[in-house]
């Protein structure tokens, strides 16, 4: 992936993830996306009771050519954000601007040139494949839909995608059923290549498939990243993953990105607290290490996005909370001491080399802050 | 992070029977057994459904030689015929008797080709308004399921406003208002029977819309129509073929009913359902034969359908391999040669459990 990411330079780097330079204006950026799920009641006259806060004013920037990791634990919005960049959902509101193009507020129909610029492979390789349908017209689908190429052309250029992600030509006649999961994954990577998109978000790719497989496919979408210079959003909740393949990584905790950074910085010095327990659940290979490594414990579960909790969402289970972080909401911003690229929305975070306690959960200290605004999360976070 | 985890040939999986570019143009192309034909495999491993498709085939045969039979006899399925058709005394012949095998009715026509005759109307009416009750059903059902919302609630409560429609009733007052006729008739059964197949596909299709692949379908930009009909409609072709199937044989004998009562097509066309009725009067003094031909042929023509519908559900139910697999094995012992074909192999099912 290195050989063909855009040079990164961190001097480059505006400290606001908003601002661009003029003269290189990255393909995609997101800026304040919030999506909220409605909540539903009634039979015939639904009212809203209520409502799923799963992406809340997100803002990021995506280079050409690069790998955006975005990893989180289940729940946190990864893939709702996902589908708000591809709008495959709307957006409560925010904007999403691919190529300089505000495409938050298109309509279906205006949004099908960007559909071949824009494309996505699904985490579940035998959900996203319509089971009747034969590999050829799936991936020859976005042709077909596009106006690009019909009948031998079709096939022709159907089976000249097929053998660059690797799969027998000659299955263009079978069906998805007939492929074993990391093969499914292929038909999936190029129904996604079929239009040449330019940015391919990759929810939870490799996720679904076995270990053996998914470097397969890891390694197929890196070549294929240098083949037909490619910019990846890449959602993972396996760390190595993400580490492997991106050139940057943010972190996302209910809804909201806690921390953004280089790859090597993020895993060499984590800031936001979420992140170093993130971190020091991950396996690590070499048993010396692995000793020697210290692991935070996180006590409680992640609160619900129906009622978040106030100030900073990550407070109810933080072992450095303190009073203010239930109050008062922290910004994403560059912390003292870091690279420009590296942002974290933290009071307090993480010094490097500090040694996070995973004590008691810190609710005491703050209870009566917020149960009053979130009772149902004080007792859950308590427990 | 090192990379030796990764390091795997991307290309591995890739089996050594890759070919070369070249190669490739002459090979056909291996090509997958698509759910529908792996069905009509096992149906052809079903005894059942190839004695059910007798049945109709028998049916369909008498249809077809209707006018030849009516001219090879010279006896004519609408007119009365009283110097030829009946005996002496004026009584109907019965079968076998003066050249009539299946005897002759009070007005001495030949009940044999009327009954062909009402074997045309019978599967006409039976398979045309199967169909356009099939396709009205299927669109709304997609329709409603996909789009949901206003549309949806809608089309659901039209759906059990028909269901719940005392349909003969409205029927024999359709009937007095516009006056029996073929079209009508065939108007009125696909009417009161594509709900039956719109609530189906409804349920499917609501749980269809729900799968990853209509959202892999919208990110490459597929319209609501071709996500309809391209998409969502081949996973819900199971259920409605053999919906369908089982349909034609309730629209036959819907279609008797309406006759039988005289509101259907509607003398002197004969039918099953207006020859059961005409004969209801005679068969008081013994001519059974009036009315026992036209109901052996509903009873052959329904029950023909039916069994094959029920066939067809098995062979399309993937939960019924284990079955099939069983018949298979039965057949191969009997004999290799007797299963020619599909039938030995172990079928693989195209759908997921």
């Known amino acids: 992936m290195a050989d063909t990411a855009a040079p990164v330079n961190p001097a480059s780097d505006e400290p606001s993830l908003v601002a661009a330079p003029a003269e290189d204006h990255p393909l995609l950026r997101v800026e304040n996306v919030v999506k909220h799920f409605p909540i539903k009641r009634g039979i015939f006259f639904k009212r809203q009771i209520g409502s799923v806060q799963a992406v809340e004013g997100v803002s990021l920037e995506v280079r050409r050519g690069e790998t955006l990791g975005l990893v989180g634990e289940t729940g946190c919005g990864k893939s709702t954000l996902a589908r708000c960049i591809t709008r495959l959902y709307p957006l409560t509101s925010g904007q999403v601007i691919f190529d300089g193009a505000d495409i938050s507020r298109l309509s279906a129909r205006q949004l099908r040139t960007y559909r071949r610029r824009m494309q996505m492979i699904f985490q579940d390789p035998f959900g996203s494949l319509n089971p009747r349908r034969r590999v050829g017209s799936i991936i020859g689908d976005p042709l077909a839909i596009h106006g690009i190429a019909d009948g031998g052309e079709r096939k022709r250029r159907v089976q000249e995608l097929m053998e660059v992600v690797g799969l027998n030509p000659e299955h263009y006649n079978r069906f998805p059923s007939e492929f074993s999961g990391g093969q499914r994954q292929r038909i999936g990577v190029a129904r996604a290549l079929a239009l040449r998109p330019s940015l391919i978000v990759c929810d939870e790719p490799v996720s679904a498939l076995d270990v053996s497989v998914q470097a397969q496919i890891i390694n197929l979408l890196e070549d294929l990243q240098g083949e037909f210079n490619l910019t990846y959003v890449f959602i993972a909740h396996d760390l190595a993953v993400v580490e492997h393949v991106s050139d940057r990584v943010a972190v996302m905790y209910l809804g909201k990105i806690v921390e953004l950074a280089e790859t090597a910085e993020l895993f060499g010095s984590p800031r936001h607290p979420y992140t170093a327990a993130l971190l020091s659940a991950s396996m690590v290979a070499d048993p010396e290490k692995a000793r020697s490594s210290h692991r935070v414990v996180l006590y409680g579960d992640v609160p619900s996005p129906i009622n978040p909790p106030s100030g900073c969402r990550f407070h109810t289970r933080c072992p450095k909370a303190q009073p203010i972080c239930s109050v008062d909401e922290p910004p994403l911003r560059v912390q003292a001491g870091d690279p420009a690229g590296h942002v974290t929305a933290c009071h307090f975070p993480v010094a490097p080399g500090e040694q996070l306690v995973g004590a008691a959960p810190p609710i005491s200290a703050t209870a009566t802050a917020f149960a009053a605004a979130s009772p149902d999360i004080s007792e859950g976070g308590g427990a | ?353």
Do not use: C
Request: negative net charge; without cysteine.
């Open chain 2, 1 to 353: 992070m090192s990379l030796s985890p990764f390091e795997v040939d991307s290309a591995s999986l890739v089996a050594e029977d890759e070919q070369s570019a070249e190669a490739l143009d002459a090979i056909a192309g291996i090509e997958g057994r698509s759910p529908l034909r792996l069905a009509l495999a096992r149906l052809r491993s079903d005894r059942v459904a190839w004695l059910a498709a007798g049945m109709i085939l028998l049916m369909v045969v008498l249809a077809l030689i209707a006018p030849v039979l009516s001219s090879m006899t010279g006896h004519s399925p609408y007119n009365p015929d009283l110097v030829n058709g009946t005996d002496s005394f004026g009584q109907p012949y019965g079968p076998g008797q003066a050249g009539f095998l299946l005897g002759t009715d009070n007005v001495g026509r030949d009940i044999l080709v009327r009954v062909a005759y009402g074997a045309r109307i019978s599967l006409l009416v039976g398979i045309l308004s199967t169909l356009l009750a099939t396709i009205g059903g299927t669109a709304l059902g997609l329709v409603s399921g996909y789009y949901g919302g206003w549309i949806d609630a809608l089309l659901a409560r039209l759906m059990d406003a028909v269901l719940s429609f005392p349909y003969v009733l409205a029927a024999i007052v359709l009937a007095a208002v516009f006056g029996g006729s073929l079209p009508l008739t065939i108007g009125v059964i696909a009417f009161f029977s594509w709900a039956a197949i719109g609530r189906i596909v409804r349920g499917q299709t609501l749980s269809q819309k729900e799968k990853e692949y209509v959202e892999a379908a919208r990110s490459i930009g597929a319209g609501s129509f071709r996500i309809m009909f391209v998409d969502i409609l081949p996973n819900l072709i199971a259920p409605v073929i053999v919906l369908g199937t089982l349909l034609v044989p309730v629209a036959i004998v819907f279609e008797a009913t309406l006759d039988y009562l005289g509101v259907g097509v509607g003398p002197p066309t004969p039918t099953w359902g207006n020859m059961l009725a005409d004969d209801q009067g005679s068969a008081g003094f013994g001519a059974w034969w009036f009315w026992v031909f036209p109901s052996i042929a509903l009873l052959i023509t329904t029950l023909g359908f039916n069994l094959l519908g029920d066939s067809v559900r098995d062979a399309l139910d993937p939960r019924t391999e284990r079955l099939f697999a069983m018949r298979r094995k039965k057949v191969a012992a009997a004999g290799p040669d007797a299963s020619a074909g599909a039938g030995t192999e172990p079928l693989s099912d195209g759908t997921e459990a």
